[in-house]
T-cell receptor, first 110, second 114 residues
Framework: GENVEQHPSTLSVQEGDSAVIKCTYS??????FPWYKQELGKGPQLIID?????GEKKDQRIAVTLNKTAKHFSLHITETQPEDSAVYFC?????????FGKGNQVVVIP | NAGVMQNPRHLVRRRGQEARLRCSPM?????VYWYRQLPEEGLKFMVY????????ESGMPKERFSAEFPKEGPSILRIQQVVRGDSAAYFC????????????FGSGTQLSVL
């Protein structure tokens, strides 16, 4: 089945700087790649997604890039704010289900 | 415009008891997924259901675990004869249909087995 890996596991950034989280996937048939943000005690919240026929997508301070050849995709958060502090999960869709990475703890330092 | 509703938020059971977790999908959504999350781990797929059908249960243990999504009412994840290793957060996600990939998650049920 699909195997998704995330790096780094923890990321600390100064408020206002950019944060980048990278994920790799194994199944070349995967065609949909969402990112979720999870705050303590809450369920994962979909923040942005990208399909395999698109290389980049942007929504305000958040962007996602996809490299199908290398089988990796990245989440970019610009002008980070304290409320961006959370665990971020990437996922890849294969065989009608999402396979998730283990998550990245992002800490934005005021 | 309610989101995915899960209840209870917290469930405490003693070893050997049964746990029932409920999930009501978003309005208009007919597909439900159940995922399990352990501390500092990602979400692990358990089962994918449509109304009255189990589409994929390959992520669910063969014994003690079962899931249903009846024509009327919420989806139920049932764990019989719980053991301490079943303690985890269980999340439900709903999807509008197979042509729309977006999954929306509920707030989860934290199961604690004493």
């Amino acid at each position: 089945g699909e195997n998704v890996e995330q790096h780094p596991s923890t990321l600390s950034v100064q408020e206002g700087d950019s944060a980048v989280i990278k994920c790799t996937y194994s199944d070349s048939a995967s065609n949909y790649f969402p990112w979720y943000k999870q705050e303590l005690g809450k369920g994962p919240q979909l923040i942005i997604d990208i399909r395999s026929n698109v290389g980049e997508k942007k929504d305000q301070r958040i962007a996602v890039t996809l490299n199908k050849t290398a089988k990796h995709f990245s989440l970019h958060i610009t002008e980070t704010q304290p409320e961006d502090s959370a665990v971020y999960f990437c996922a890849a869709r294969s065989n009608n289900r999402l396979a998730f990475g283990k998550g990245n703890q992002v800490v934005v330092i005021p | 415009n309610a989101g995915v509703m899960q209840n209870p938020r917290h469930l405490v059971r003693r070893r050997g008891q049964e746990a029932r977790l409920r999930c009501s999908p978003m309005k208009g959504h007919s597909h439900v997924y159940w995922y399990r999350q352990l501390p500092e781990e990602g979400l692990k797929f358990m089962v994918y259901l449509q109304k009255e059908n189990i589409i994929d249960e390959s992520g669910m243990p063969k014994e003690r675990f079962s899931a249903e999504f009846p024509k009327e009412g919420p989806s139920i994840l049932r764990i019989q004869q719980v053991v301490r290793g079943d303690s985890a957060a269980y999340f439900c996600a709903s999807q509008q249909g197979s042509g729309n990939e977006k999954l929306f998650f509920g707030s989860g049920t934290q199961l604690s087995v004493l």
